[in-house]
Every structure is written in C-alpha cells, then in structure tokens.
C-alpha cells in the first residue's frame, strides 16, 4: 500500500471540462426511441473521429437545483452537498457534422421511467444540455472479411452507425433485438449487409439475441465483432464468439451498456469488476 508520501507525489486527478449544447430538433423515431438533435457551442466542439460507437456522458441537475453557466464539475462538487452533484447517463453519437457542429443522440424512453429519457421526451428547441466526452473505440475495418453486429435498442444507434460506415461490398451480419415491430428502423445499407430484427415480446432481454447469434452459420474467413447491450445477454455471447467460436480478443467489441435491475450509477460503479470478471473466466483465469 502506498504511503502519504507516494500519494501526494501523483498528479491530482483532473475533472473533465463540460462541453455545452442547445436543442435544435426532436423527432419521436418510433414509439420508444426519441431522437435528439442538438448544436455544440462553436468554442466546445469536440473530435469525434472515425468511431462509430462514440459516445457522450449527458450531465444532468438533480430536480431543484441550477448550477450557474459555464458548467465547472470541480466548483459544483467542491461547494455544494453530494447530494446536489450532478448525475451522468452515457449515450452513443447517432451522428456527428463536424462543419455544423450539429450532434444527433437517439434515446430509448420508457414513460417517467429513468433519467435521460424523460428528459429526452420533454426537450424543446433552445433547451440546452452539458456532456462530457465524446470517448470511443470501434468503427467498421475494410480488412475483416465479415463484420457481425449485434445488439439490444441501447446498441442501435452505435450499430445503425456502423452500418452507414461499412464499406462499399462489405459483408455483414446484423442483429439487432427490439421490443416489437413497431420498434424497427429503417437502416441504410450498401453490399451484402443482412439485418435481422428480433422481436423480444415478453421474454428476457437478450434472450432472443442469445439464440440467433449462437444459431449463425458462421462465414468463413477473418470477422470482426461488435456486440453490445444488455450485460448478462453479453457476456454470455462474448463467452460464445470468444471460447466456442475461436474469435481472437483484438477482433471483438464487446460491452454490457447496461444491466438489468441496475440503473446506470449503480451499474457503472460495478462494471470494471464485472468486466474483469468475465475476462477471468473467458480468457483462462477462471471456470468458463
């Protein structure tokens, strides 16, 4: 354990400047996913580079309480009780002009249920957001002989995305698990993209999305994965793609976005132990 003096040797842990963003438009895409388009102030326009699965950590006042603008988190959490701090709910760029500075983030709304999504429901014209970020790792490569793309509603806007980017011949297989019909999108594709909706009606997250990929005849050839979504219904595809399918660490994006019973403060608070955990078990340190 590191003593007094190791510790006021390391560089004080820096807290993220909030860019700023104004609603320009609301558009309900279907009846539980809400888009939102916003434009980032000309001063904090941010480098969203060549990911599509970039993403932004939305900042949000707790009911009552106003903190004066600019934003400043080091101010807020140093003068103000913890129980006024800000709360964070992460969502992936639908899209990104960086000429306009014009910021697309689609939500997932279930009623007053949440956070970002009732907020999202309520937005209008001139309202205006704090974020953190943008962050991201994955986008499309034009070397993998087969893309498969996968994942719950969370997932689509990083998976819709993806497939805008693939390019020209790509190969892809995409499934994406929404609560009905009336939940589909139209994607925009170009090549061999097959895109299969799954229709979860009342079973468990995931548990649909569980039984396509692991029923896939796998193409030959070097793939690249991408799934995300709903933690447990992930983990148990990484363990599929990874130990029965072979499929190297380096060609996998994979991410629990959320988890069920958990909310998201509850949910990223733990999620670094449970990522190490599913590393243990999947990479040979623990029981498969």
């Known amino acids: 354990m590191a003593d007094s003096a190791d510790r006021a040797q390391r560089p004080a842990r820096r807290t993220p400047t909030p860019r700023h963003a104004t609603v320009v438009h609301t558009e309900r895409l279907t009846p539980h996913m809400i888009r939102v388009v916003l434009v ?22 707790p009911p009552g309480v106003a903190y004066p603008e600019p934003l400043d988190l080091e101010a807020v959490r140093r003068d103000l009780p913890r129980e006024q701090w800000p709360r964070t709910r992460t969502y992936t760029v639908r899209a990104w002009d960086a000429a306009t500075g014009t910021l697309t983030v689609d939500f997932v709304h279930h009623g007053d249920e ?17 974020f953190l970020g943008p962050g991201g790792g994955y986008a499309p490569d034009p070397a993998a002989d087969w893309h498969l793309l996968a994942g719950d509603e969370s997932a689509l806007p990083a998976i819709a995305a993806a497939v805008e980017q693939l390019p020209p011949g790509a190969v892809a297989k995409v499934f994406v698990e929404v609560a009905g019909p009336a939940e589909e999108q139209k994607l925009l594709v170009r090549g061999d993209v097959e895109v299969r909706w799954l229709h979860r009606g009342r079973r468990p997250v995931g548990e649909a999305l569980v039984a396509a990929v692991t029923a896939l005849d796998f193409p030959p050839g070097d793939v690249q994965v991408f799934i995300h979504g709903e933690a447990g219904a992930v983990k148990e595809l990484r363990r599929f793609v990874r130990l029965v399918r072979g499929i190297a660490r380096e060609r996998l994006s994979v991410s629990g976005y959320w988890r069920r019973g958990a909310d998201e403060d509850g949910w990223q608070s733990s999620k670094r132990e449970w990522n190490a955990e599913v590393e243990r078990e999947h990479e040979g340190g623990g029981r498969p």
């Open 114 to 130: 949440g956070l970002a999504g009732p907020w999202a429901a309520a937005a209008r014209p001139g309202d205006g957001i704090s």
């Open 40 to 61: 980032v102030d000309p001063a904090d326009r941010p480098d969203i580079g060549a990911y599509t699965d970039a993403y932004v950590k939305l900042v949000f006042a």
